[in-house]
């Protein structure tokens, strides 16, 4: 069978930070790509402000370098478990894997569940063994590691007998052998195992065309853009196409734009074949999984699976007493614009509207896919408010299930007690747990998505900051009755307008833990703290000092309060309660009842009681 040997086609797939985007980095500056005056950003696979500032991969990216003669095209996978929609269609593009694994951590959580993934449609893998300068490294028991994941995984016998290379991608040196002396500074070792281990795609450009779209890209000008590859013929611009819908329609377009991938740039192409990883334009409503094909020769490719949202979260237009001060966009109607065109690239989002004006049911992944649509949002300038995160119930052979995730934790010994009888309450069943070494416990457990919500700053309480807690969906179990695990303290909420003060805020400490500064503006149903108890109070923290001719208001200054608890927009999230939302401004993140007024709220919770 003839192939093209002059592309390689892989995905390259790891756990959060254990360096698979600065390895990329590297490889792209090892490789006849770049010209010699470009300089690249630490993170240049991460074009996103929070996947730089986070560390995180969120959308999987396309890059691609030339190595000696050969082009290979590498797509940076995102390594958490929120994205896994993305993994699944990225490794139906290419023909093998790196993975990369920290020497020191090893296997973890995330890695397993790409990996799966990948085993899964038998592409080739090449490890990377990476950080092998790292103190405390131990390369040849994690290779082991990776060995014995790739059993547990199911991997064949070609899978087995993967080839390992050593690297440490910060200082852009790698070597064949394990020992940290023979490291050198050059990636010549990645790429020739590359070149020698991952498959050349099959070179069957003289049949006719078959494109698939698994990702996509949206442009104001030439609006949206399916990025796929060519597995069958050859595309070019002007070729009148059909596109083979989801739903079994089909609707012919002619081919306005086709872009390449080089380095980290697109560049305008005027034909691909068979193997090449492109960028297609032209067609309005194309969709992840659609099948681009020749109008005589109309053969669809398998639909591509996209993962189903687990939690949902309500997004409206801000109603606080604050509402339009520090946003530009306020309005309903740029929200619902805003959040219709986020559905043109994200496809594991879902949006519906509710019967509240102003209001939409917005279904992502998990914790981290809303959050950080939410923190997107911010950072353009718009203003919203949005509900606690709830688990998305489904019927499962006729009985209600709700998302199940397996919990992998690192942690100092001391605080492994804790963790198990926190995650208990939480109706976490610990599965696993061993010593790792070094004054180390590994647990793993399986709990309910439902109990997960809010654990994780708990969780690094508990541990000092020095636990790792790292969590994947699993599947859904039948939903647990008669449970729910909302938050345990009640929440200390202003009962009038105005500004913070040192003197109200002293009076108030005493009682829970206070989350805002003095000279804050608060709001009526505002809430500016925690209560050390399981019940709300309603508290005046704008009191001003009484003057007298008697005391002196520069005594006020000397007073001393605690420092408040500033809490993150996800923090700020998991503390919500069901009758709590959270307001979204470019400025602020504000905690709110969703009754301002305390008599009705009062009135409200009276009835709830009388009720039950």
Not at 175 to 193: A, N
Not at 480 to 498: D, Q, T, Y
């Amino acid at each position: 069978m003839k192939t093209r040997d002059d592309i390689r086609n892989i995905a390259i797939i790891a756990h959060v930070d254990h360096g698979k985007t600065t390895l990329v980095n590297e490889l792209l500056k090892q490789s006849d790509t770049l010209d010699e005056h470009v300089q690249i950003d630490d993170r240049a696979m991460d074009t996103n402000d929070i996947e730089k500032e986070r560390g995180i991969t969120i959308l999987s990216k396309n890059t691609a370098v030339r190595y000696q003669d050969k082009q290979i095209n590498i797509l940076d996978t995102p390594g958490h478990a929120d994205f896994g929609g993305e993994v699944e269609r990225i490794m139906r593009m290419v023909d093998g894997v790196l993975l990369v694994v920290d020497a020191f951590e090893g296997t973890m959580p995330q890695t397993r569940f790409v990996l799966k993934k990948a085993l899964d449609q038998h592409l080739t893998p090449v490890v990377v063994i990476n950080k092998v300068d790292r103190p405390g490294s131990r390369p040849s028991e994690v290779v082991d590691e990776v060995l014995d994941l790739f059993i547990e995984l199911g991997a064949d016998d070609e899978q087995l007998d993967f080839p390992v290379i050593y690297t440490s991608a910060m200082n852009g040196t790698s070597s064949y052998d394990e020992d940290l002396s023979t490291q050198e500074h050059t990636m010549k070792p990645v790429f020739d195992t590359i070149i020698k281990a991952i498959p050349a795609p099959i070179d069957n450009s003289d049949e006719p065309l078959q494109f698939q779209v698994a990702m996509l890209d949206y442009d104001d000008f030439v609006g949206r853009i399916g990025i796929g590859r060519v597995f069958r013929g050859t595309i070019k611009v002007g070729d009148s196409v059909t596109v083979m819908k989801l739903d079994g329609s089909t609707q012919n377009f002619r081919v306005t734009k086709l872009m390449g991938f080089f380095g980290l740039k697109k560049l305008d192409i005027n034909e691909a074949k068979a193997g090449d990883l492109i960028a297609v334009s032209g067609m309005e409503e194309i969709n992840v999984g659609e099948s681009v094909v020749d109008p005589s020769n109309q053969e669809a490719l398998p639909i591509l699976r996209i993962d189903e949202p687990t939690l949902q979260m309500t997004f409206g237009t801000n109603t606080s007493p604050f509402a339009g001060k520090e946003g530009k966009f306020v309005t309903a109607r740029q929200l619902q614009d805003r959040l219709e065109r986020e559905l043109h690239t994200d496809v594991s989002l879902r949006v519906e509207e509710t019967d509240q004006p102003g209001s939409w049911t917005v279904s992502g992944r998990g914790e981290l896919h809303l959050s950080i649509l939410i923190e997107n949002l911010r950072r353009e300038g718009y203003e919203l408010q949005v509900s606690r995160p709830q688990v998305i119930i489904r019927e499962v052979d006729g009985e209600q299930c709700e998302p199940f995730e397996s919990v992998q934790i690192d942690t100092p010994d001391e605080y492994s007690g804790t963790i198990i009888q926190t995650l208990s309450e939480r109706k976490g069943n610990m599965q696993n747990m061993e010593s790792v070494g070094n004054g180390q416990t590994r647990l793993t457990f399986l709990a309910p998505s439902r109990g997960l919500i809010g654990y994780s700053t708990e969780f690094l309480s508990i541990t000092r900051g020095y636990g790792i807690m790292n969590h994947t969906f699993d599947s859904y179990q039948p939903v647990i009755k008669n449970w729910n695990p909302g938050r345990r303290n009640g929440a200390l909420v202003s009962i009038n307008e105005g500004k913070t003060t040192t003197y109200a805020t002293m009076g108030i400490e005493d009682r829970g833990t206070i989350f805002v500064d003095p000279g804050t503006e608060v709001y009526e149903g505002m809430i500016v703290g925690k209560n050390s108890r399981d019940n709300d109070i309603s508290v005046n923290i704008t009191k001003g000092k009484q003057m007298t001719n008697v005391r002196a208001s520069a005594k006020d200054e000397t007073a001393k309060i605690k420092e408040p608890q500033h809490l993150t927009l996800e923090e700020s999230l998991e503390f919500l309660n069901e009758d709590e939302l959270c307001e979204v401004t470019p400025e602020n993140v504000r905690l709110r009842k969703e009754i301002l007024n305390t008599n009705e709220r009062e009135k409200q919770a009276k009835r709830k009681r009388h009720n039950s």
